[in-house]
């Protein structure tokens, strides 16, 4: 029986040695993906204007334009892979990608899991609601449903500081925003920068709450230790920013939905440097 036992236990921490969130992390180097050809990018598939595809099936959006240099500047082709919030840590950890560009919030919880950039995005949280129960203040909140998508500093946020607050919690940005549209919530959290757009576009919503929070920003992540890509990444951001890049990121992607009156400064960061 004892021995039975024993091998029962070693089967056990064998399995889980060589079970994938055990391992290694997967990434390649710069140098490989230039000998490869490709660099694979994760980007949102359904949060306009930052990342989304169009009628014509073409990703477009703030991170999309970056990424299209980045790529440019490699001298490689470059490969979108749609992602969703809570799994952007795992797509760079089982090597699914090099680099994700989806709005990714540096946080030290995260920072432990992946090596991000320089910031190149800042932001804070906001909400939106129906002007016809308008919410202006999380008190308002306590006790009623608020919708968020799952892995966000919004879901971190409401968890640690208003536990009274029910979460509704989708996958996708897509599905939380109709959850919003149905009447499933009085409001929806997530980026300012990003209710702010969505509220432009749908009539009869508007974000009451639009800075809640401490001031983030927002970065490339690449795999934890892959420090060549790394190193290219924040050289790029440094080099972009003296041309002024993401400011014409913005002109060419945010522009229009934030209105000819809106103040790129408030979100975009040049060269790294806030």
Sequence with gaps: MKKSFEKILVTLLLALITFPAFSKAKFRSVEQIKKSGVIKIAVFSDKKPFGYVNEYGKYQGYDVYFGDRIAKDLGVKVKYVPVEAAARVEVLQTGKVDLVLANFTVTPERGEKVDFALPYMKCA???????????????????????????????????NNYPEVNLLKFDQYSEAYNALLDGRGVGLSTDNTEVLAWAIENPGFAVGIDSLGSLDTIAPAVTKGNESLLKWINDEIVKLGSENFFHKDYEATLRKTYGENSDADALVVEGGKL
């Design 125 to 159: 949280l906001g909400v939106v609601s129906n002007e016809k129960d308008f919410i202006t203040s999380v008190e308002q909140l306590k006790g009623k449903t608020l919708i968020i998508s799952k892995g966000t500093t919004a879901e971190t946020f409401f968890t």
